[in-house]
Nanobody
Framework: QLVEPGGRLVQAGGSLRLSCAAS????????VGWFRQVPGKEREFVAA????????HYANSVKGRFTISRENAAATVYLQMDALRPDDAAVYSC?????????????????WGRGTQVTVSS
């Protein structure tokens, strides 16, 4: 089970850290990705990190502004979002990939959180 607390309303230019907390130690062997979706649009990839946290990958739209990290001792993955823009507003979901494959494709992810709303005011 993946749980993502932490969504809220922030002003443009501000920062927010999302967390993705998992139950079960197997999570520490999985790659984890963050995705986001706005109403009427397809869900899009944001960032991913492999099991050991040594490799990451970002969507071009967030590169240099967002940072994904993980704390395996706490079975938690974070998404630090800085310099937020109104077009970053979305429901953000984390997902875990059992084969530890760093990928942007949703179909490779086996477990999904329910998502958390991030709103960015201009």
């Amino acid at each position: 089970q993946l749980v993502e607390p932490g969504g809220r309303l922030v002003q443009a230019g501000g920062s927010l850290r999302l967390s993705c907390a998992a139950s079960g130690r197997a999570f520490n062997n999985y790659a984890v990705g963050w995705f986001r979706q706005v109403p009427g649009k397809e869900r899009e990839f944001v960032a991913a990190i492999n099991a050991h946290g040594l490799n990451t990958h970002y969507a071009n739209s967030v590169k240099g502004r967002f940072t994904i990290s993980r704390e395996n001792a706490a079975a938690t993955v974070y998404l630090q979002m800085d310099a937020l823009r109104p077009d970053d507003a979305a429901v953000y979901s984390c997902a875990a990939n059992r084969v530890n494959f760093l990928t942007t494709k949703e179909s490779y992810y086996d477990y999904w959180g329910r998502g958390t709303q991030v709103t960015v005011s201009s």
